[in-house]
């Protein structure tokens, strides 16, 4: 194991915080798993209600808009994410899994194709931006405009957000479906009503900017990892191949592994004591999940990938009223991904790599990749 | 083969008999509403949530500290809780009846 898996490590043997800078502000990153299901149910001491502040670092430089259902509490989250759970259900419909199986067989064929692919460019943005068309139920085509988003529409290679583009591609998409009403993503946020009202424009991109935004760089990194892993680790492909029913376990062990969101913040709307970390009205804190997600007090051995690992209570999608909504869909394509490669594909051999790091001042983590240069070998 | 009943949250009752397999999957494999399996049965996601029938509660035993730890935090947690992945049927619990918990 690197020491960019877990960086945690060493502070949460020693403690259950750690204090982190992030833009001269810090925040107590809260590291056990137990800890961390308890504040995450308590959203009058832990808010969410500040928005582009829940994201750590904030995200005020790179988007305009407050994101729904994300940066709201209870009791009127549960409207707001009553108004798009149907969208984000569609990965569990046998006709949308089947669409979602058909485009990883189209890009493992063009993998078997011949030469080297490049994994993030050739395989993972694609899939994550055609299966997303599948999710909001808008056409294929409209994956072309999204691939350009790069792996993290608000963090890209070239150092320029794409957040501008993403807000005003959702304003054009809002503006053409009041036109032409369909059974769509945008179509039917135009017709919501909340609380007896329609959505105005500001929470309706909202709404669109976390399904583009968060739903982006976590798929990638996850389908990267897991081709990356593949190939150092053969016989784990073989394992599959020989046992199918192993999929599930699989896919739920790699979310563990590789979670791809270090953390995420919490508003602390008056002075709080956190583990002994004094936090001011108003002041962050940070559920890590990642870090949980190695916490040898629920987690035999947790720096061994066990393809079957049962129990397996990680919290890579959250926990509480918050859990992620694009689970489903998460699921449905790791899954799928897994079962494909294990039927079709004997090797994958990764030619160069660049490994994409979250540095900040108080850590460094590996959360996926920029580059993977690879050749797969068919079964 | 043992039988199993679900009465779900609208109180619909489910009789499933020959059943094998653990809770979650016999809900899944019968359309039982409000049980998800999202995890696909490793103790993480706690849409298989149930309530064993006092009665049966010795029977089934009580949850490890792994799933009981994942169900402490849940808003419709009840002493009789238990996740549907975590409890496998067998002759012994021929005749159980567990009520589905509302969701999260
Ligand atoms: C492996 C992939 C993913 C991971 C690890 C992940 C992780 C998370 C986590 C930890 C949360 C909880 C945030 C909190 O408590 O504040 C969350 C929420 C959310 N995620 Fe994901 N996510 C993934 C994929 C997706 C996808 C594909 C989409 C959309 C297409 C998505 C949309 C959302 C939304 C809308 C929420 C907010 C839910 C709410 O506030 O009620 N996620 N996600």
């Known amino acids: 194991m690197n020491s960019h898996d877990d960086p945690f490590r060493e502070a949460r043997e020693k403690g259950p915080i750690l204090a982190a800078t ?34 750590i670092p904030s995200e005020e430089d790179v988007r305009t808009v407050r994101q729904y259902p994300l940066e709201v509490d209870p009791p009127v989250h549960a409207a707001y994410r009553k108004i798009v759970e149907p969208f984000f259900l569609r990965p569990k419909q046998p006709e949308v899994l089947a669409k979602i199986h058909a485009l990883i067989d189209s890009l493992i064929d063009k993998s078997l194709a011949g030469g080297p692919i490049e994994v993030v460019q050739d395989f993972a943005i694609p899939l994550q931006s055609h299966a997303l068309t599948y999710m909001l139920n808008v056409s294929e085509s409209e ?4 691939i350009g988003w790069g792996i993290h529409v608000f963090k890209d290679g070239d150092g320029k957000s794409k957040g501008p583009f993403m807000e005003s591609y959702c304003r054009q998409m809002f503006e053409a479906a009041a036109e032409n009403p369909g059974d769509d993503f945008f179509s039917a946020l135009n017709q919501a009503e909340l609380e007896g009202r329609l959505l105005t424009m500001e929470e309706k991109l909202g709404f669109a900017n976390i399904a583009f935004a968060g739903g982006r760089d976590t798929i990638i990194h996850t389908v990267t990892r897991i081709i990356s892993y593949f190939a150092d680790n053969p ?20 979310f563990r592994v590789f979670m791809p969101l270090t953390h995420i913040g919490r508003i602390c709307p008056h002075a709080t004591d956190v ?21 040898p007090e629920v987690f035999d051995e947790p720096n061994e990938v066990k393809l079957d690992r049962r129990p397996n209570p990680h919290i890579s999608f959250g926990f509480g009223a918050h859990n992620c909504l694009g ?10 991904l897994i079962q494909k490669l294990s ?10 790599n660049v ?17 993977l240069r690879s050749t797969f070998t068919a079964r | 083969m043992p039988k199993v009943t679900f009465i779900t949250a609208e109180k619909t009752t489910v009789e499933v008999s020959d059943s094998s397999g653990n809770l979650m999957e016999i809900a899944l494999e019968n359309n039982i509403t409000g049980i998800g399996g999202d995890c696909g049965g490793v103790c993480s996601c706690s849409t298989c949530h149930v309530y064993v029938r006092k009665d049966w509660i010795e029977r089934v035993g009580l949850p490890d500290s792994v799933e009981k730890d994942t169900l402490e935090f ?23 009846v567990v009520e589905v918990a509302p969701a999260e």
């Open chain 1, 22 to 55: 992030f833009q001269n502000e810090t925040i107590p990153m809260i590291l056990r798993l137990k800890d961390i299901r308890k504040a995450a149910k308590d959203p009058e001491t832990f808010s969410s209600d500040a928005p582009r502040r829940v994201p």
């Open chain 1, 143 to 146: 994956a072309e405009h999204w």
């Open chain 1, 235 to 254: 016989k784990a492909l073989e394992c599959l191949h020989e046992n199918p029913s192993m999929v599930n376990s699989a896919a739920e062990e790699f």
């Open chain 1, 275 to 295: 583990h002994g970390f004094e936090v001011k009205p108003q002041g962050r804190v940070s559920l890590c999940w990642s870090s949980a997600n190695r916490d």
């Open chain 1, 327 to 336: 689970a489903h869909h998460a699921r449905a394509i790791t899954r799928g």
């Open chain 1, 343 to 352: 039927e079709r594909v004997s090797g994958i051999e990764v030619l160069e």
């Open chain 1, 355 to 371: 490994e994409l790091l979250e540095e900040e001042a108080d850590y460094t983590r590996k959360v996926g990749y920029e580059l």
């Open chain 2, 74 to 96: 849940n808003s419709h947690y009840q002493p009789n809780s238990r996740l549907g992945c975590q409890v496998e049927m067998s002759d012994d619990l021929d005749g159980l």
